[in-house]
């Protein structure tokens, strides 16, 4: 996306890199893209070279008619998968069936359960492991991500820190996350918008059947032909489809935030911003300068209605942007927002001049 460079003054948020790209990167691809394996390969080398106490990483999929390693840091990690593969048993093949991660805080302590894989890590000097499944944009896991160290307690922030993050399935809160390394804030952040973008996109998906009687098969790909015509990410366009289509969204504002990779936050704006305003459409609109990132987009392309204190509201949390030292910039605006910003000349306010007469609603403004 536009704008995904720092602000002047401003620094890289630490909770973000390339590790968390390419986890939230993998939750709005098709699971049949052939980037799906780059991805992964990508994942597992960036945890094992960032992540404290992390020794070796792989991941395990299911392919085929059984388990196999997509990806290794190491062939030691690939023995351990091995061996868990052969019984059809392990945190790595738990984790996939049940979508959700299984630590392993002791593996000395496992007499009786799993032993292979009990088996196979004590043999190698394996004190603890991390199963995490990831998700593309078919909702089903693609892949385990597997962590394993040789210092058991390396792990226990890592492990608390996932489980809260799909417990809730979103970033943790800072508090949360701040007592972990770089690295494992970093994995923590991408999961946690990964799982966010993916209710998301399962969400608007699940409403396109609905709305067309179609399969999950073809809402996935009206989803992303949505996408590509309006030059969105696929979660943009899950935000969009979800406006519009959800039930009772009557008169009043709602903002959906979704991060879509690098230090860029996108927000979708929708309803009616106009008087009389009340404390909380202020406090929702606030809230996208709560997250850690230099850019805020707003997608204003689901705001049916929007007057002179709704334009006053949208110039102020600039003005608190600009201090702050993030950028805001106008993604997407509906007809009613273009009229408003072309009429009183504060196109030029949010760093765009107004859009032609001709551009469609709800197409990016640039």
Known sequence: MSGSGTTPGSSP?????PLADDLVALAQTADDDAIVDVLLARITARAAEVVAGVDYASIT????????????SDDLARAVDDAQHAEAAGPCV????????????DIAAMTMSWP????????????????????AGGGGPVGVLNLYTRQAAELDTLSAGVRH?????????RDFAADGDAGTRQLLHGLGWALRLR?????????????????????DRMLRDRAATARVSPAAAALRVIDEMEPGSGPGVRVTMVRLGG????????????????????????????EPVSVVELD?????????????????????AIAAGRGLRLAAVSVAVRTLLSLTETAAEFGHPPASESAADGEPVD
């Open 116 to 135: 292979g894989f009990h088996k196979e890590a004590a043999r190698l000097g394996l004190q603890a492991s991390v199963s995490v499944p990831l998700f």
């Open 61 to 72: 999929a299911w392919r085929g008619a059984g388990y196999t390693t997509v990806a290794t």
């Open 13 to 17: 948020d630490p909770s973000w890199g």
């Open 165 to 173: 993050v799909f417990a809730v399935e979103r970033a943790p809160a």
């Open 94 to 105: 738990q984790a996939e069936q049940t979508a959700t991660p299984v630590t392993v805080p």
């Open 263 to 290: 230090d860029v936050l996108w927000a979708a704006v929708s309803g009616e911003l106009a008087r009389p305003l009340d404390t909380a459409a202020a406090g929702q609109l606030t809230m996208v300068l709560d």
């Open 300 to 320: 204003l392309s689901g705001l049916r209605f929007c007057d002179a204190a709704g334009l006053r509201l949208l110039l102020d949390l600039r003005e608190r």
């Open 199 to 219: 209710v998301a996109i399962q969400q608007a998906v699940g409403m396109l059947m609905a709305d067309t009687g179609c399969g999950a098969a073809d809402g």
